[in-house]
């Protein structure tokens, strides 16, 4: 009984995806609406509120999704509205999840639902503009015919017959998800434009608008959204691009794979965004191959990413636990004249030995590509290619009671002044902080001053003895007023988040430096340490401290930490109120002083982004370039 049980509750498990291109008069109000709706529902996933419409994501009981469908529904907004609800087992795999934002609820108001432009200076196209819809059954009518299948018939209203010669496919998704599924149709053309995302395609459309014209578009991406922006912007092209008509798969891949189970003209898996990674049809065919080996393949579990644009890539199970050498997309070897990669090493034990979970990883907006991957960063061979087509790649750990997100602001002016040399890579620490306040006035028993759901969580790399993680939804007095010195007590927990970092740095690296905030540098400075006396190789090259302090737990002597450093601290003029620049000092003494750098400013508990620092800063890293 109680395994059917289980069956019965993955059963009715779902995943709702819907967007509507329509005129929102207060974005921030249904927002709010969104936020509160959700909750009460314990729905999670993406929502994005834009005054040009909703773009949703989202997960839950199959039950909560069908009440949120009928509640939308009465809103004279969401008319004609296209929900697509599909059942699916419970995530089993949290990192995925996480990965896939499908652990927690995110409610944004964003300019645009999905970015098409990839200069912000450029303005997108009207959505108003965009090509004719065509239902599944239609489309399949259109590939059907011109594909030569039907002799007879007459063509779909409101449209010429279409001949197979002037007919081209247009896939308008990312590379990686058309390596495993499209549609394949033989005599007709169908065109790939390889992206590594969507904000690419504009690009594409111009340099390649002589195989679209005077023709016949048809369009497809995964459930219809990309294809309004992308056919709008060809419409708009006007005299410069002029296509005898722009049609596009009304619900994307998901609605035609409903309409037709057997798959279709579809072949393969239709990639999606959520923790199911991948829809496939009755057909099994694979169409996706492995990087190294070139075996049939198309499972992205793994999460494994190119070391230089972190694209996701196909890598099988085999060459996974036997290949030591870094993961080249083909976009990369094809573009960038990267030599294909070769197997360097065989029978890993430590990839055996590896989960093949992914971490919660947020990059900077000078980066290319999305959250995490599963590749090695142990000290190897490597294949023959300048680093100087690369950033560097840099770790960056947070402080005490903050997030990465909320450090990636705090570091967003630094990383908008070194985005030509660096990529920066935030993650959360380990321990999960309560939320505590401090009450008006003394034994005051007043409700928390903040909403909960309004807040994200913070997190800690090291607490004090009596600190316990905590996932309690609720606030906390706290018992005692905030301590400037608190760092001090804070000696446990090392364990936990080095192990941690260890697998970040296996699962997400190679990394070529960490740089550490507060307790964030005294996290990075132990883990440098502890790699050092156990003799394994991190492959971090160099490491930025800030505001950083010398924990109780280290052993370490003078001189010890055979790392080049940079240290940046407050110059002791008494505006660091948290840190003193002596215990910065201290740690700064740590690391061999014929390597190490010191940068004293005088703009307290910072890490400055502006001359004369900056350029010292800048200085340090190039010489890694």
Partial sequence: MEENGDRRDAESYGVLLY????????????????????????????IRVGHEGVNATIGGKLSALEEHITVMNSNSLFDGTDFKLAPCGHPSNE??????????????????????????????????NAGRHLSASEFHYVLHQAAGFAKDGNALQCQARMQNEDLVLLDARNVYETRIGKFKILNINTLDPEIRQYS?????????????????????????????MASAYIRSKGAVLICCG????????????????????????????????????????????CLICGSPFDDYSSRCRCFYCRMLVLVCYNCQGNYRGRYICELCQKHDNVEKPVPLVQNSQLHQELSQETFDVTETEAETSHDSSAKPCHEHPTISVSDRRRKLRILCLHGFRQNASSFKGRTSSLAKKLKNNVEFIFIDAPHELPFIYQPTEPCSQQISPVLLEKCKKRFAWLISPNSTSSDENRWRIAEQQFDPFQYKMQTEGFELSYSYLQDVVL???????ILGFSQGAAMAALFLEQQQRSGQVSGLRFAVLCSGFSTVSSKSVEGFIKCPSLHIFGDGRGRDRQINCEVSRDLAGLFDKNSSVTIEHDMGHIIPARSPYIDQIKAFLLSFL
């Fill in 200 to 228: 690419d395609l504009a690009s594409w459309i111009d340099k390649h608008s002589e195989r679209l014209r005077n023709k016949n578009v048809l369009m497809y991406c995964t459930g219809g959204i990309r294809c309004e």
């Fill in 95 to 128: 990192k995925i999840a996480r990965e896939c934002g499908f652990t927690s609820l995110s409610v944004r108001v964003v300019k645009e639902l999905v970015t098409f432009m990839s200069d912000p200076l450029l303005k997108s196209p009207v959505i108003s």
């Fill in 246 to 289: 722009i049609w596009q798969l009304f619900g994307g891949i998901q609605r035609y794979m409903e309409q037709f189970p057997d798959g279709g003209f579809f072949k393969g898996k239709n990639f999606v965004f959520d923790h199911r990674i991948s829809v496939g049809s009755q057909d099994k065919d694979v169409l996706g191959t």
């Fill in 19 to 46: 967007y509507n291109y329509i005129s929102i008069p207060d974005a921030t109000s249904l927002a709010r609406f969104y936020d509160t709706h959700c909750r009460s529902l314990n729905l999670f996933g993406r």
């Fill in 507 to 513: 699962k997400n690296g190679p990394f070529d430096g």
